[in-house]
């Protein structure tokens, strides 16, 4: 499986609905790619809370549509990154009645959104997410096909990644891949490259994490977006700036990995 993970700058001055027609462009470049992955609230911002409530869209709202359009043109599965999710009319809003989600999407490769997933951590403690957004309930997986082979895909979000029972719980529910979009600070940057790499070890799965660049609502973003092979090997790192990281996913070796070191058979549940 060919993945290519498109780790976006971007500062406080770029207009949103630019930012969307930019992102459209450079997913419909990906030509090649089984999979593209965007991170985590790139068109409202990571770190700009006070945008989020006037930035909140459906899940066929437009940025996720022209992700949509971009996925079709390429055929390729495309991980949209997270938008600000807010509910229909008449839905249900949540416990505490905001009614928005921290909230991912994949497409499909002829342009269909194939699952969604609400962020389950929110980050912030006090502020930010806990103080504006619903908590996600659910664990999401989904079969992606790529050369032949099918590999079931869990899905995660930033914060999610320093929380293993999560990605346990994906693995359960037999996740050989994790996808993790972010906007993970540039301060604590050692955290995601090496909590990527334990997910991946303990869970002899591959981690394919999607950070954000640049600086934005006085918070610089880390990059090193990186994919991690089943066997905890790093494939492909990014580096600081916007980049296009390209990685070659065995995904058969997944399954030959977990029989040749049967770890997860160990499991006392
Ligand atoms: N957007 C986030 O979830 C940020 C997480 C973070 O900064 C951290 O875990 O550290």
Redesign the pocket.
């Known amino acids: 499986m060919r993945v290519h993970v498109l780790q976006l700058a971007y500062g406080d001055d770029e207009p949103v609905a630019e930012r969307v027609r930019r992102a459209e462009a450079l997913v419909a470049a990906q030509s090649g790619a089984d999979l593209v992955v965007l991170p985590?609230?790139w068109a409202p911002t990571?770190?700009g809370y006070r945008r989020w409530p006037g930035a909140a869209e459906p899940l066929d709202g437009p940025t996720v549509t022209a992700i949509a359009r971009a996925a079709r043109h390429i055929g390729a599965y495309v991980h949209a990154g997270s938008i600000i999710e807010a509910a229909a009319p008449h839905a249900d809003r949540g416990p505490d009645g905001r009614g928005l989600w921290?909230t991912s999407v994949l497409i499909a490769r002829d342009g269909t959104p194939l699952v969604s997933y609400r962020?389950v951590?929110?980050?912030?403690f006090a502020a930010?997410?806990p103080d504006l957004i619903e908590a996600g309930t659910e664990l999401v997986t989904v079969p992606l096909r790529a050369g032949g082979h099918t590999v079931t895909a869990g899905l995660a979000?930033?914060?999610?990644?320093?929380f293993p029972e999560l990605f346990r719980g994906l693995t359960q529910a037999g996740a050989g891949l994790f996808v993790v979009p972010?906007?993970?600070?540039a301060?604590?940057v050692e955290?995601?490259r090496l909590l990527g790499r334990a997910r991946a070890v303990e869970n002899q799965a591959v981690v394919v994490q999607c950070n954000t660049a640049g600086t934005h609502a006085g918070t610089r973003m880390g990059g090193h977006s990186q994919v991690v092979s089943a066997t905890g090997e790093v494939l492909a790192e990014a580096g600081d700036d916007e980049t296009v990281l390209v990685a070659d996913v065995d995904l058969a070796g997944i399954g030959t990995y977990r029989e040749q070191f049967p770890v997860l058979a160990d499991r006392r549940l």
Do not use: Q
């Open positions: 985590e609230l990571g770190f921290n962020k951590h929110r980050f912030g930010g997410e979000t930033c914060y999610d990644l320093r972010a906007a993970w600070p301060a604590r955290h995601w």
